[in-house]
């Protein structure tokens, strides 16, 4: 093992230079990549000098998302210290589903969920949960408002049409989450949202209004903090109010933008989060941690421990169950994502982290002014966002982000907005200066110039 070690370790040498000398790596064709790269397993295995030199190979070829020509997705970057709690979990190799076998891995998870439950204003009856990804920490939205609705569904099944609500501009997993939860997805109604890309609240009543006088039974409406391709803020505050007097569970989908709980000035893009029922967010989006880190957490802990808990003789053998953390999550066997989040917070405190949101709003409104200033750009996006959505010379935002890709020259993807094509450049990256903004502008221009404006000779 310790052999590992030290070749990891000369492994990510390996890696940190790539990132600097070939930040975007060469696009492999899908149909060459076998050709490209020996990925066969075969009967007998490799001495460790070939084996580490295929992985040499692979680092070279694998994209890099902490480089400084990044800005894909809704995460990049690396954060020292996330990253090194993340790497001193799977040397551990707990599980979270007991106190026998996590032992204070645990109380670093149950403090995580609590300091966030605090941030999100609920108070001592809140729990939550770490879920394998956004996607999944709205499935257990889903579960609970169901189950809070019906408490016979986990065992009878569903028997009535029941509805649910979320804007046009939310993530998918609401809908596919539905079809998981034997909802359907032909019951998810989509409520139209503003030029912004927030949810248009006279129409979320509209559509409840038709489905109660149709006898379906509304019970859950999800909100987003950051939608994702416009990083727009359903107002949660209004929202609430309709959800309260309907009935209704009142989920906020925070996996992008619910960081901004952390900002004292930028909280109030989430103001009434405290009305809500249940709250995402996706640490590894704006915090800063290696994927994943995804958080939920409720105001109900009971209905949390009702929806998820089940016995297992074989399983809980000590302990209680606040500190079996299997009775109220999604999976058995769990990895710890919590350590990597808590060694973060740890090292930066609550300010550390307020400063890394702070930044990548900062870096977005430098962005949108460069935009602004320069008349071959327009303007997609909005303040208070961190996509910065444009479209330069009236090139199609398609082309552009594949060539760019193709010839090597920046990771950059593009989006949609009332039938409107745009690039998305998403500024999370914090370890990301003003300069390297300047250069990916640089960088952009100097390709089309290069690849997209050329004239046929003759
Ligand atoms: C990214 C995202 C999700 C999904 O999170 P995963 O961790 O990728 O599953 C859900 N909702 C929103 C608004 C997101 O931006």
């Known amino acids: 093992m310790q052999t590992d070690i030290v070749l990891f370790s000369e492994l990510c040498d390996e890696l940190f230079k790539a990132e600097i000398n070939q930040p975007v790596v060469d696009h492999i064709p899908t149909s060459k990549l ?34 400084k020509r990044f800005f894909n997705q809704l995460f990049g970057g690396r954060i020292g210290k996330a990253t090194l709690g993340d790497l001193l ?24 969920l609590r300091n966030i439950s605090k941030l999100a204003g609920y108070d001592e009856n ?40 979320t804007s046009e501009e939310s993530h998918y997993s609401i809908a596919k989450n539905a079809a998981l939860t034997g909802i359907g997805r032909d019951q998810v109604k989509l409520v139209k949202a503003n030029e912004k890309g927030e949810m248009l609240v006279s129409h979320l009543i509209e559509l409840i209004e038709v489905d109660i006088n149709n006898g379906d039974v509304p019970f859950f409406v999800n909100a987003t903090a950051g939608t994702t391709v416009l990083g727009a803020f359903d107002n949660i505050e209004e ?39 249940s709250f995402s967010v996706n640490a590894h989006k704006m915090l800063g941690t290696p994927l994943s880190c995804s958080i939920i957490v409720t105001k109900h802990k009971g209905q949390l421990y009702e929806s998820f808990s089940n016995d297992a003789e074989y399983l809980y053998q000590t302990d209680g169950d606040d500190f079996n953390l299997g009775k109220t999550s999604l999976q058995c066997g769990r990895r710890n994502d919590a350590l990597k989040i808590w060694t973060l917070w740890k090292s930066v405190g609550t300010s550390g982290l307020e400063k890394i949101v702070d930044k990548q709003f ?20 909005f303040e208070d966002s961190i996509s910065v959505c444009f479209s330069y010379k009236d090139i199609s935002a398609k082309d552009l982000c594949t060539s760019l890709y193709e010839k090597a020259d920046l990771m ?47």
């Open 34 to 67: 076998y050709e490209q790269l020996d990925l066969s397993l075969n009967e007998n295995g490799l001495l460790d000098n070939e084996l580490v030199n295929i992985l040499k190979d692979i680092i070279a070829k694998t994209p890099k998302t902490a480089s």
């Open 89 to 112: 979990s799977v040397m551990f190799n707990n599980s979270m589903y007991t106190y026998k076998v996590a032992g204070p891995q645990v109380g670093i998870e149950k403090q995580v």
């Open 126 to 165: 809140a729990n939550g949960t770490f879920a394998p990804g956004g996607s999944m920490s709205n499935l257990m939205a889903l579960v609970m408002a169901r189950d809070a609705k019906n408490e016979y569904i986990r065992s009878k099944g569903i028997s009535r049409k029941m509805t649910l609500y």
């Open 239 to 277: 929202i609430s109010a309709v959800c309260q007097s309907y009935n209704l569970w009142l989920h906020v989908d925070g996996a992008y933008c619910g960081g901004v709980i952390f900002s004292k000035k930028y909280k109030h893009l989430v103001d009434g989060l405290e009305k809500s029922d």
């Open 362 to 381: 900062e870096l977005a409104a430098y962005s949108r002014s460069y935009i602004i200033n320069h008349k071959d750009y327009k303007l997609h996006s």
């Open 412 to 458: 950059v993807g593009f989006g949609k907005h009332n039938e409107t094509e745009f690039v998305r450049m998403v500024t999370i990256n914090t370890c990301l200066d003003k300069t390297d903004i300047d250069d990916f502008f640089i960088v952009l221009e100097a390709h089309v110039a290069e690849n997209m404006l050329k004239k046929p000779v003759g």
